[in-house]
Nanobody, 122 residues
Framework: QVLLVESGGGLVQAGGSLRLSCVAS????????AAWFRQVPGREREFVAI????????QYTDSVRGRFTISRDNAENTVYLQMDSLKSEDTATYYC???????????????WGQGTRVTVSS
């Protein structure tokens, strides 16, 4: 069983930055692709970014490309989301997810964290 714990959320002004972290335990971390999603109450969960197990492949949703950077430290079993130039529309609860299949994770991830709240004030 893989457990995921996110941290790093908070309140930030528009234009500011935050770095989210997600620590995984209970599995072989490099066997899993990792992704970040976000959700606003009343709306569907939205894919944000994905990174392959070896860290070579990444993808981003259009609205964050150029502002957000996903990375991972496999020695620390941690995946990060560096968020720069934050906008009010980035306000959401952010979730970390892992799945063995890189091309599947954005549709049906196997493991999820509990979420961390990000609020961007305008």
């Amino acid at each position: 069983q893989v457990l995921l714990v996110e941290s790093g959320g908070g309140l930030v002004q528009a234009g500011g930055s935050l770095r989210l972290s997600c620590v995984a335990s209970g599995g072989s971390f490099t066997d899993y692709a990792a992704a970040w999603f976000r959700q606003v109450p009343g709306r569907e969960r939205e894919f944000v970014a994905i990174i392959s197990g070896n860290g070579i492949l990444t993808q981003y949703t259009d609205s964050v490309r150029g502002r957000f950077t996903i990375s991972r430290d496999n020695a620390e079993n941690t995946v990060y989301l560096q968020m720069d130039s934050l906008k009010s529309e980035d306000t959401a609860t952010y979730y970390c997810a892992l799945d063995p299949k890189y091309y599947n994770i954005r549709y049906a991830a196997g493991y999820w964290g509990q979420g961390t709240r990000v609020t961007v004030s305008s």
